[in-house]
T-cell receptor, first 113, second 111 residues
Framework: NAGVTQTPKFQVLKTGQSMTLQCAQDMNHNSMYWYRQDPGMGLRLIYYSASEGTTDKGEVPNGYNVSRLNKREFSLRLESAAPSQTSVYFC????????????FGNGTRLTVT | SQKIEQNSEALNIQEGKTATLTCNYTNYSPAYLQWYRQDPGRGPVFLLLIRENEKEKRKERLKVTFDTTLKQSLFHITASQPADSATYLCALDTGRRALTFGSGTRLQVQP
């Protein structure tokens, strides 16, 4: 039982390059989330998926796209990376009910030069 | 504007003492509040949830209070240990169907 698995752990991109961050959970959770974490700013929600087949924008969606491939997998795509997207990206999952705790992966550290 | 505030300065305490961390919020009326622990290089880990109709919640050496009038939650670790050193995040239900997090307070417990 691995919980939430994110790949890759580290990535360096040049400005304008694209990449997809992968996330998979094995807890049969309906809801999945992508957050970014920057020093002094806490975790900010990029996108979330309340259930398979649905996605919604969070607080900072610009420059990102997501795909809920199936119940297990939720990917985050940067089409044209910018230095402002240098951050640590966390994927999380939870059960569908409102007060469910989030289960986080260990993050992808992305640097855009 | 809506805000969640946690003390950005690190809290340094001696082993065995009680650590108290604060989470203040404005312009929200959350139905519940959660606390997470985050170690360097790792994702946050859920610790406790407290609902708006609960004044206090305990789990082993952890205690959380929730004052909806003051718009504040306090997180206490009693008999603190060096292994408790980490960053602690509060998170609120802000009606967005996803949690909104504070920026966290780093706790350092000195042996």
């Amino acid at each position: 039982n691995a919980g939430v698995t994110q790949t890759p752990k580290f990535q360096v991109l040049k400005t304008g390059q694209s990449m997809t961050l992968q996330c998979a959970q094995d807890m049969n959770h309906n809801s999945m989330y992508w957050y970014r974490q920057d020093p002094g700013m806490g975790l900010r929600l990029i996108y979330y998926s309340a259930s398979e087949g649905t996605t919604d924008k969070g607080e900072v969606p610009n420059g990102y796209n997501v795909s809920r491939l199936n119940k297990r997998e939720f990917s985050l795509r940067l089409e044209s990376a910018a230095p402002s997207q240098t951050s640590v990206y966390f994927c999380a999952s939870s059960e569908a009910r409102d007060n469910s705790p989030l289960h986080f992966g260990n993050g992808t550290r992305l640097t855009v030069t | 504007s809506q805000k969640i505030e946690q003390n950005s300065e690190a809290l340094n305490i001696q082993e065995g003492k009680t650590a108290t961390l604060t989470c203040n919020y404005t312009n929200y009326s959350p139905a519940y509040l959660q606390w997470y622990r985050q170690d360097p290089g790792r994702g946050p880990v859920f610790l406790l949830l407290i609902r708006e109709n609960e004044k206090e919640k305990r789990k082993e050496r952890l205690k959380v209070t929730f004052d909806t009038t003051l718009k504040q939650s306090l997180f206490h670790i009693t008999a603190s240990q060096p292994a408790d050193s980490a960053t602690y995040l509060c998170a609120l239900d802000t009606g967005r169907r996803a949690l909104t997090f504070g920026s966290g307070t780093r706790l350092q417990v000195q042996p």
